[in-house]
T-cell receptor
Framework: DVKVTQSSRYLVKRTGEKVFLECVQDMDHENMFWYRQDPGLGLRLIYFSYDVKMKEKGDIPEGYSVSREKKERFSLILESASTNQTSMYLC?????????????FGQGTRLTVV | AQSVTQLGSHVSVSEGALVLLRCNYSSSVPPYLFWYVQYPNQGLQLLLKYTSAATLVKGINGFEAEFKKSETSFHLTKPSAHMSDAAEYFCAVRSTGANSKLTFGKGITLSVRP
């Protein structure tokens, strides 16, 4: 059974903290994604990685960075957490775009910044 | 550039009634289109996908969608709603390039009345 695992379901962090959200997939997928989900705004792409050490900015990269040192792991980093980064964060992985394959999602991490 | 429009944020139907959730896309190249469902406190699960093999696509749980190029639409339907269909539904588009992003609409919440 395919699996995308996010390290935490719930996190509470303080303003100004550096926050790491971890995502691991066991499907040997090249592509990995980080989204944030907010009511009424749907899923917005933060960053996208199409291979190890390769990344592209999504629609809302400001305040975030990512790391992909190994194929199976994609980390989202909040350099200095702010209250407006309180959200649900979803990680996904897929085969490359031309493979016709869908993305598989983790369960999400609900981050609260206080 | 690619985008997805899901009109309306909430649809309410009676149990046994037809479900119709609308999705219109914009893409400069032939797209891949997806419908995902999200149940409360869970990640996203694929319902169905269009990859140009057939314009009418059948998915899980009795859902289907029809790709209409002339209308740039990919509406989701189910002949008879069940209480368990209550969830949030997302339409998504992806282009066919190797490093293509996956772009989501804002989502529609489906409520099913007894």
């Amino acid at each position: 059974d395919v699996k995308v695992t996010q390290s935490s379901r719930y996190l509470v962090k303080r303003t100004g903290e550096k926050v790491f959200l971890e995502c691991v997939q066991d499907m040997d997928h090249e592509n990995m994604f980080w989204y944030r989900q907010d009511p009424g705004l749907g899923l917005r792409l933060i960053y996208f990685s199409y291979d190890v050490k390769m990344k592209e900015k999504g629609d809302i990269p400001e305040g975030y960075s990512v790391s992909r040192e190994k194929k199976e792991r994609f980390s989202l980093i909040l350099e200095s957490a702010s209250t407006n980064q309180t959200s649900m964060y979803l990680c996904a992985s897929s085969l490359p775009g031309q493979s016709l394959a869908e993305a598989f999602f983790g369960q999400g991490t609900r981050l609260t910044v206080v | 550039a690619q985008s997805v429009t899901q009109l309306g944020s909430h649809v309410s139907v009676s149990e046994g009634a037809l479900v119709l959730l609308r999705c219109n896309y914009s893409s400069s190249v032939p797209p891949y289109l997806f419908w995902y469902v999200q149940y409360p406190n869970q990640g996203l699960q694929l319902l169905l996908k269009y990859t140009s093999a057939a314009t009418l696509v059948k998915g899980i749980n009795g859902f289907e969608a029809e790709f209409k190029k002339s209308e740039t639409s990919f509406h989701l339907t189910k002949p008879s709603a069940h209480m368990s269909d209550a969830a949030e539904y997302f339409c998504a588009v992806r282009s066919t390039g190797a490093n293509s992003k996956l772009t989501f609409g804002k989502g529609i919440t489906l409520s099913v009345r007894p």
